[in-house]
């Protein structure tokens, strides 16, 4: 693209496509609607947490927060005297005006959040304080110093700003045209609503200014606007919620879609200053939940607001060198500055966590790209130093401001208490992006600090017990969840306490702040803590049930899911998880109930329309089968699982072209899909007539991913019924030969374990109680179909043939540990006896490849989601055989008979030892 073609980017938060779908088909959006018909339009993923200053930095820097340093709503001071609300000043890296700055680009930044103190950009820079009226008098118009860059324009933009009090009665018809104004008395909620019109009218103004002020390059604009009507008055939109007062409904219905039609009309005016030959990109940080979605409460937690959010949002872009009239799959926040770039022939920082969008240009690109942005000298237009202390009263106002939109926790009077807490929900959404992104092991010290702290918080207990089950380490969970099940009742209020907190009088002296700050914390807190402990009690339930599914016990869950009062159950997981389990049961027109039940609550869950598509393809129904397996991705094109499916319905209809097309784009996805390579595979060779393509399909393993890769959830496959994992799980036991495999063989047999085994290894000199050893096992590598007879049983697999199991089954595998030098001179030992070499003969490097096995196990666990695994000492086991066996009991989740598996003990065997 020409440097001197302009480039708009706009930022709705909140914006959601449910709601705009349905005005711009009642034509009463015709603004986007211009950008939709010209352009390319899809949905974008959020991140977690979807907190805005967290996500609109993301935005325009294409990292993960963690990366780009702006972590929540507020921050401690930099001298931790008091808290302070987020700033751009705590920006790490370099944001896309910056970048653009530096390459000579003329740049105009409006209201982004954060974006105060104003950065001395290539343009003008309006940051966010500019919007915010702080006094009664509507002549006073009075900016913070460095609220608007250059400073001579200060002034200027400060006459553009619109007060409340200038708004009339025509200025609120249009959200409340039901409302009889002579009558009504202005309230709360008109008053938000009247502030948020005046907010809205001022970045406008400010927009615009700016637009038309100087020439630009390029130009970044951010309203709030939507987001903050959803968040005061989306549950007085149609349809009507329970517990909303008639006269309420009546009066607000309108005001969420008048947000709606409000920002288009703006949108309409900036397109026009824009011109045509100019670039635009529209995109919101998350979606809102609206219709059945929506919840009364609001989660007892900072940010609690943020729970209303939904993960997916509004993209959609127009202008030279973009296609028409297209749909955009697989976009996320973190690729709209990769994407922007792209377009003006810059390069991508490869420390950028987005990718471009590529398949939203006309023609393919050139991808150019740097180490890092933040290594390139030159002046960039960021904060110098001098300008990264905030005033402490526009703080204090901006902090306020944050309390009243519900964003953060009023701090109180208490400067270490306040600050401790806000450094607490810094640290937790720290871990939310670690956890996110995979980084387990990051996240985990982090909750494991916050949940020692609080331990009566589901959120904190929930996430870390996620951490430890990722581990496989499922008797941390289990402390986890019952410390959390004790403290959480201990917040819980009978309704003799809650009559008691609703009667008790706020004493007269109190007046203000600190009468607000007494109902809060004597009536309020109390309140919103029994409803929270009632809540994660109940979330425990399902979390019970979801842990017993993952594990491979699917009969179990499904009886802890159904113990749970259907009746209460308004849960897009509860429905998800019971789909599965009843998937995972074939009880295929269960599971079809349940995941149309979670599509009346959310239609577009991409799983529930997986779900739904695979019990109707057991069902023999391949036609609406396929109707959901796409519009799942539609929904998250970047599923890799829902493209196999796809495949494999399409195979049941005999479509073989079309089905190779998407069992190739499931491999695109993800190379190292092997169960969709080896359908492709077959349906080459046998059905297709193209041998070549399958040749050139059987050279191409473990290649590295090509593109974004979603999580995948391979427990939802559609396959052959000898290749489900809907059994129990495999009882795997294995460790170094020599290390206590057939003794543990022998306990689990005489515990009354089902072992796989064929007797043809008999009992020797060497192993005098048997092997139990079967002779399939060794031909694992070539043939794995054996695998279905052993599901539910025992069965002996050494190491080296452990990390070839495929992802087909669950498993538990029993890793017996030994010391090595006893391993290896154990096996010297049985050679000898055996006549296989002589006593002098010693194998070399036995130590270090046995030792490089070991080192493989823990990667193959954490990566492996359908593994558990149990490390067991063979010299603990001999000298406690009893404590080993209640461990195994407990890790199998079996009653098992821990005398006879003592029995097997014979320490006289334990020939080999090493002191």
Same mark, same amino acid.
């Given at each position: 693209?020409?440097?001197?073609?302009?480039?708009?980017?706009?930022?709705?938060?909140?914006?959601?496509?449910?709601?705009?779908?349905?005005?711009?088909?009642?034509?009463?959006?015709?603004?986007?609607?211009?950008?939709?018909?010209?352009?390319?339009?899809?949905?974008? +993923?959020?991140?977690?947490?979807?907190?805005?200053?967290?996500?609109?930095?993301?935005?325009?820097?294409?990292?993960?927060?963690?990366?780009?340093? @702006?972590?929540?709503?507020?921050?401690?001071?930099?001298?931790?005297?008091?808290?302070?609300?987020? #700033?751009?000043?705590?920006?790490?890296?370099?944001?896309?005006?910056?970048?653009?700055?530096?390459?000579?680009?003329?740049?105009? *930044?409006?209201?982004?959040?954060? #974006?105060?103190?104003?950065?001395?950009?290539?343009?003008?820079?309006?940051?966010?304080?500019?919007?915010?009226?702080? #006094?009664?008098?509507?002549?006073?118009?009075?900016?913070?110093?460095?609220?608007?860059?250059?400073?001579?324009?200060?002034?200027?933009?400060?006459?553009?700003?619109?007060?409340?009090?200038?708004?009339?009665?025509?200025?609120?018809?249009?959200?409340?045209?039901?409302?009889?104004?002579?009558?009504?008395?202005?309230?709360?909620?008109?008053?938000?609503?009247?502030?948020?019109?005046?907010?809205?009218?001022?970045?406008?103004?400010?927009?615009?200014?700016?637009?038309?002020?100087?020439?630009?390059?390029?130009?970044?604009?951010?309203?709030?606007?939507?987001?903050?009507?959803?968040?005061?008055?989306?549950?007085?939109?149609?349809?009507?919620?329970?517990?909303?007062?008639?006269?309420?409904?009546?009066?607000?219905?309108?005001?969420?879609?008048?947000?709606?039609?409000?920002?288009?009309?703006?949108?309409?005016?900036?397109?026009?200053?824009?011109?045509?030959?100019?670039?635009?990109?529209?995109?919101?940080?998350?979606?809102?939940?609206?219709?059945?979605?929506?919840?009364?409460?609001?989660?007892?937690?900072?940010?609690?607001?943020?729970?209303?959010?939904?993960?997916?949002?509004?993209?959609?872009?127009?202008?030279?060198?973009?296609?028409?009239?297209?749909?955009?799959?697989?976009?996320?926040?973190?690729?709209?500055?990769?994407?922007?770039?792209?377009?003006?022939?810059?390069?991508?920082?490869?420390?950028?966590?987005?990718?471009?969008?590529?398949?939203?240009?006309?023609?393919?690109?050139?991808?150019?790209?740097?180490?890092?942005?933040?290594?390139?000298?030159?002046?960039?237009?960021?904060?110098?130093?001098?300008?990264?202390?905030?005033?402490?009263?526009?703080?204090?106002?901006?902090?306020?401001?944050?309390?009243?939109?519900?964003?953060?926790?009023?701090?109180?009077?208490?400067?270490?208490?306040?600050?401790?807490?806000?450094?607490?929900?810094?640290?937790?959404?720290?871990?939310?992006?670690?956890?996110?992104?995979?980084?387990?092991?990051?996240?985990?010290?982090?909750?494991?600090?916050?949940?020692?702290?609080?331990?009566?918080?589901?959120?904190?207990?929930?996430?870390?017990?996620?951490?430890?089950?990722?581990?496989?380490?499922?008797?941390?969970?289990?402390?986890?969840?019952?410390?959390?099940?004790?403290?959480?009742?201990?917040?819980?209020?009978?309704?003799?306490?809650?009559?008691?907190?609703?009667?008790?009088? *706020?004493?007269?002296?109190?007046?203000?702040?600190?009468?607000?700050?007494?109902?809060?914390?004597?009536?309020?807190?109390?309140?919103?803590?029994?409803?929270?402990?009632?809540?994660?009690?109940?979330?425990?339930?399902?979390?019970?049930?979801?842990?017993?599914?993952?594990?491979?016990?699917?009969?179990?869950?499904?009886?802890?899911?159904?113990?749970?009062?259907?009746?209460?159950?308004?849960?897009? +997981?509860?429905?998800?998880?019971?789909?599965?389990?009843?998937?995972?049961?074939?009880?295929?027109?269960?599971?079809?109930?349940?995941?149309?039940?979670?599509?009346?609550?959310?239609?577009?869950?991409?799983?529930?329309?997986?779900?739904?598509?695979?019990?109707?393809?057991?069902?023999?129904?391949?036609?609406?089968?396929?109707?959901?397996?796409?519009?799942?991705?539609?929904?998250?094109?970047?599923?890799?699982?829902?493209?196999?499916?796809?495949?494999?319905?399409?195979?049941?209809?005999?479509?073989?072209?079309?089905?190779?097309?998407?069992?190739?784009?499931?491999?695109?996805?993800?190379?190292?899909?092997?169960?969709?390579?080896?359908?492709?595979?077959?349906?080459?060779?046998?059905?297709?007539?193209?041998?070549?393509?399958?040749?050139?399909?059987?050279?191409?393993?473990?290649?590295?991913?090509?593109?974004?890769?979603?999580?995948?959830?391979?427990?939802?496959? @559609?396959?052959?019924?000898?290749?489900?994992?809907?059994?129990?799980?495999?009882?795997?036991?294995?460790?170094?030969?020599?290390?206590?495999?057939?003794?543990?063989?022998?306990?689990?047999?005489?515990?009354?374990?089902?072992?796989?085994?064929?007797?043809?290894?008999?009992?020797?000199?060497?192993?005098?109680?048997?092997?139990?050893?079967?002779?399939?096992?060794?031909?694992?590598?070539?043939?794995?179909?054996?695998?279905?007879?052993?599901?539910?049983?025992? *069965?002996?697999?050494?190491?080296?043939?452990?990390?070839?199991?495929?992802?087909?089954?669950?498993?538990?595998?029993?890793?017996?540990?030994?010391?090595?030098?006893?391993?290896?001179?154990?096996?010297?030992?049985?050679?000898?006896?055996?006549?296989?070499?002589?006593?002098?003969?010693?194998?070399?490097?036995?130590?270090?490849?046995?030792?490089?096995?070991?080192?493989?196990?823990?990667?193959?666990?954490?990566?492996?989601?359908?593994?558990?695994?149990?490390? *067991?000492?063979?010299?603990?086991?001999?000298?406690?055989?009893?404590?080993?066996?209640?461990?195994?009991?407990?890790?199998?989740?079996?009653?098992?008979?821990?005398?006879?598996?003592?029995?097997?003990?014979?320490?006289?065997?334990?020939?080999?030892?090493?002191?």
């Amino acid at each position: 693209m020409n440097k001197k073609n302009k480039v708009l980017l706009l930022g709705w938060d909140a914006a959601d496509w449910k709601i705009i779908n349905r005005l711009v088909d009642a034509g009463q959006m015709p603004a986007i609607k211009s950008i939709i018909e010209n352009g390319v339009m899809g949905n974008i +993923s959020t991140l977690e947490p979807a907190y805005s200053p967290m996500l609109w930095t993301t935005i325009a820097t294409g990292m993960y927060p963690d990366k780009h340093g @702006i972590l929540g709503f507020s921050e401690p001071t930099p001298d931790h005297s008091s808290i302070r609300p987020v #700033s751009n000043s705590s920006r790490k890296v370099k944001a896309l005006w910056n970048i653009l700055t530096q390459n000579g680009y003329k740049t105009h *930044v409006v209201n982004w959040w954060p #974006s105060f103190p104003a950065e001395p950009v290539n343009g003008i820079y309006v940051s966010n304080m500019f919007p915010k009226v702080k #006094s009664f008098k509507v002549d006073d118009r009075q900016l913070p110093d460095d609220t608007v860059y250059p400073p001579e324009l200060q002034n200027l933009f400060a006459h553009f700003i619109v007060h409340p009090l200038e708004l009339t009665v025509q200025h609120l018809q249009p959200f409340m045209p039901e409302a009889d104004f002579t009558r009504i008395k202005i309230d709360k909620k008109i008053e938000v609503l009247t502030k948020q019109i005046a907010e809205a009218a001022s970045i406008h103004a400010a927009a615009t200014l700016a637009l038309e002020q100087q020439e630009w390059d390029f130009a970044a604009i951010y309203w709030d606007t939507i987001d903050h009507f959803c968040h005061g008055f989306m549950n007085f939109s149609p349809p009507q919620m329970k517990g909303i007062k008639d006269e309420e409904f009546k009066l607000y219905k309108h005001v969420v879609d008048g947000a709606y039609r409000l920002m288009d009309s703006m949108l309409a005016r900036i397109l026009q200053l824009a011109g045509d030959e100019c670039a635009v990109f529209l995109t919101s940080d998350h979606g809102f939940k609206s219709g059945d979605m929506r919840q009364r409460q609001t989660p007892n937690e900072p940010a609690g607001p943020a729970y209303h959010h939904r993960n997916v949002g509004v993209f959609c872009a127009k202008g030279p060198g973009i296609k028409r009239d297209e749909i955009v799959y697989g976009a996320s926040l973190l690729d709209i500055t990769p994407t922007i770039l792209t377009l003006l022939g810059l390069p991508v920082g490869e420390d950028m966590d987005g990718k471009p969008l590529v398949e939203i240009f006309s023609q393919e690109p050139t991808i150019k790209t740097i180490p890092s942005w933040e290594n390139v000298p030159g002046e960039c237009g960021m904060l110098p130093d001098e300008k990264r202390d905030l005033d402490p009263e526009h703080s204090a106002n901006a902090i306020r401001q944050l309390i009243e939109l519900g964003y953060i926790e009023d701090p109180g009077d208490d400067v270490k208490v306040s600050i401790e807490r806000t450094v607490d929900e810094l640290n937790y959404n720290l871990s939310q992006v670690y956890y996110g992104t995979q980084r387990f092991l990051l996240a985990k010290p982090l909750l494991e600090e916050l949940f020692h702290k609080k331990p009566y918080q589901g959120r904190f207990a929930f996430r870390l017990a996620d951490c430890y089950a990722d581990e496989g380490d499922y008797e941390m969970v289990e402390k986890i969840l019952t410390s959390l099940k004790i403290n959480a009742e201990k917040k819980l209020l009978n309704k003799e306490q809650i009559q008691h907190i609703n009667d008790r009088k *706020v004493p007269e002296i109190l007046k203000g702040r600190e009468r607000e700050r007494w109902i809060k914390e004597n009536k309020q807190n109390p309140i919103k803590e029994n409803y929270q402990a009632k809540n994660d009690l109940y979330q425990l339930k399902i979390y019970e049930g979801d842990l017993l599914l993952k594990r491979g016990f699917t009969k179990q869950a499904l009886k802890k899911y159904k113990e749970i009062t259907s009746k209460k159950v308004k849960s897009s +997981s509860y429905y998800a998880q019971m789909g599965k389990a009843y998937l995972k049961t074939r009880q295929w027109k269960d599971a079809e109930k349940m995941y149309s039940e979670l599509l009346k609550l959310d239609p577009d869950h991409y799983m529930a329309h997986m779900g739904v598509g695979i019990a109707n393809f057991n069902l023999s129904h391949y036609e609406e089968a396929l109707d959901h397996l796409l519009d799942s991705v539609t929904l998250n094109f970047y599923n890799y699982v829902s493209h196999y499916n796809i495949g494999r319905t399409l195979i049941e209809m005999n479509d073989w072209v079309n089905a190779a097309n998407a069992l190739e784009i499931s491999l695109k996805i993800n190379p190292n899909f092997g169960t969709a390579r080896n359908v492709l595979i077959d349906l080459y060779e046998n059905k297709m007539n193209a041998p070549d393509k399958a040749l050139k399909l059987r050279g191409k393993e473990n290649t590295t991913p090509t593109l974004q890769v979603s999580s995948g959830e391979e427990e939802l496959l @559609i396959v052959p019924i000898s290749e489900e994992y809907d059994y129990e799980p495999i009882i795997v036991v294995s460790g170094l030969p020599r290390s206590g495999t057939s003794l543990m063989m022998q306990m689990l047999d005489a515990a009354g374990v089902d072992i796989f085994t064929d007797g043809i290894r008999k009992p020797d000199e060497n192993n005098p109680k048997g092997y139990f050893e079967h002779e399939k096992v060794k031909q694992l590598i070539k043939n794995q179909q054996w695998l279905v007879d052993a599901t539910g049983k025992a *069965v002996k697999i050494v190491v080296p043939l452990l990390y070839k199991l495929p992802k087909l089954f669950k498993y538990k595998v029993i890793f017996m540990l030994r010391d090595i030098n006893e391993v290896v001179e154990s096996q010297h030992r049985m050679l000898v006896r055996d006549g296989k070499i002589k006593e002098e003969h010693f194998a070399v490097g036995l130590n270090e490849t046995y030792q490089k096995y070991l080192e493989r196990l823990k990667p193959w666990c954490l990566k492996n989601k359908n593994v558990e695994i149990l490390m *067991v000492d063979y010299r603990e086991t001999i000298d406690n055989p009893i404590e080993t066996a209640e461990r195994i009991a407990v890790f199998l989740g079996k009653s098992l008979d821990v005398e006879a598996m003592k029995s097997i003990i014979t320490p006289e065997l334990y020939r080999t030892k090493f002191f």
